[in-house]
C-alpha cells in the first residue's frame, strides 16, 4: 500500500532557508501535495506538483521531485516566525480506484526562531 | 469565495448523545470529504462524496453516519461514540475527484467524546 514518510521536526533560524523532506511509495502517484498546519486550525494548500515535474516554485516555496528516487522536498526561503506550523506531504492514493484519497505523512514540525 | 466552513468548532457529547457536524462550502465544488484528524497525527479519510452520492467509505463504524443534502453542504451524524473517537474532524471539498483538483480544507470541529 501506499506510505509516506517525513522526518518529525526542524528547527531553523529566522531568515534562513528550511528544507522539509519526504519520501512516497506509490509510484503511479501522479500528484504530490504539501499542506501547512496552524495549531489548532484546518489544513492550508500550499502547492502542488504533477508528477512530470522536476520543480516547481511558487513565491518563497519551491518543491523539488526526484521520481526515481521517490524524494519530495519544499524548501522556503527566508523563512519567517509565521511559517511555524506542520507541514504535511501527501499523495494522491489511487488503489483500487479510489480518487480522492489523500495519503498524508506524519507531518513534520518546523520551529521558527527568532 | 474559497473558503470551507465548519460548526461548531468544539463539541463536546457523551457516549448516548446524537450530534451532528456540518460543513459547508460555496465554490461550485461537487467533490466533499470528511477526515479524522487523532493528536499528533496526520488526517486519515472516513468518506468522500461526488456529486451528492457517496463514491468511497474507508471501513468506518456505523456509529458515523454521512450526509450530503445538497451539493454545497455535507454533515456527519454521531451517535453512540467512544472516547478513542475524540478528534478533529475536518471537511474539504474539491472540484471533482480528479487528481488534478486540489483540495480545499476547513477549519475543523474539534470533538471531545466523554
Known amino acids: 500500500g501506499e506510505d509516506v514518510e517525513q522526518s518529525l521536526f526542524l528547527s531553523v533560524r529566522e531568515g534562513d532557508s528550511s528544507v522539509i523532506n519526504c519520501t512516497y511509495t506509490?509510484?503511479?502517484?501522479?500528484?504530490l501535495y504539501w499542506y501547512k498546519q496552524e495549531p489548532g486550525a484546518g489544513l492550508q494548500l500550499l502547492t502542488y506538483?504533477?508528477?512530470?515535474?522536476d520543480m516547481k516554485q511558487d513565491q518563497r516555496l519551491t518543491v523539488l521531485l526526484n521520481k526515481k528516487d521517490k524524494h519530495l522536498s519544499l524548501r522556503i526561503a527566508d523563512t519567517q516566525t509565521g511559517d511555524s506550523a506542520i507541514y504535511f506531504c501527501a499523495e494522491l492514493g489511487l488503489d483500487g480506484g479510489s480518487q480522492g484519497n489523500l495519503i498524508f505523512g506524519k507531518g513534520t514540525k518546523l520551529s521558527v526562531k527568532p | 469565495d474559497t473558503e470551507v466552513t465548519q460548526t461548531p468548532k468544539h463539541l463536546v457529547m457523551g457516549m448516548t448523545n446524537k450530534k451532528s457536524l456540518k460543513c459547508e462550502q460555496h465554490m461550485g465544488h461537487r467533490a466533499m470529504y470528511w477526515y479524522k484528524q487523532k493528536a499528533k497525527k496526520p488526517p486519515e479519510l472516513m468518506f468522500v462524496?461526488?456529486?451528492?452520492?457517496?463514491?468511497i467509505n474507508e471501513s468506518v463504524p456505523s456509529r458515523f453516519s454521512p450526509e450530503c443534502p445538497n451539493s454545497s453542504l455535507l454533515n456527519l451524524h454521531l451517535h453512540a461514540l467512544q472516547p478513542e473517537d475524540s478528534a478533529l474532524y475536518l471537511c474539504?471539498?474539491?472540484?471533482?475527484?480528479?487528481?488534478?483538483?486540489?483540495?480545499?480544507f476547513g477549519p475543523g470541529t474539534r470533538l471531545t467524546v466523554t
Open positions: 474539504a471539498s474539491s472540484q471533482g475527484t480528479l487528481p488534478s483538483y486540489e483540495q480545499y
Open positions: 506509490d509510484s503511479s502517484s501522479t500528484y
Open positions: 462524496y461526488s456529486y451528492e452520492k457517496l463514491s
Open positions: 506538483i504533477f508528477s512530470n515535474m
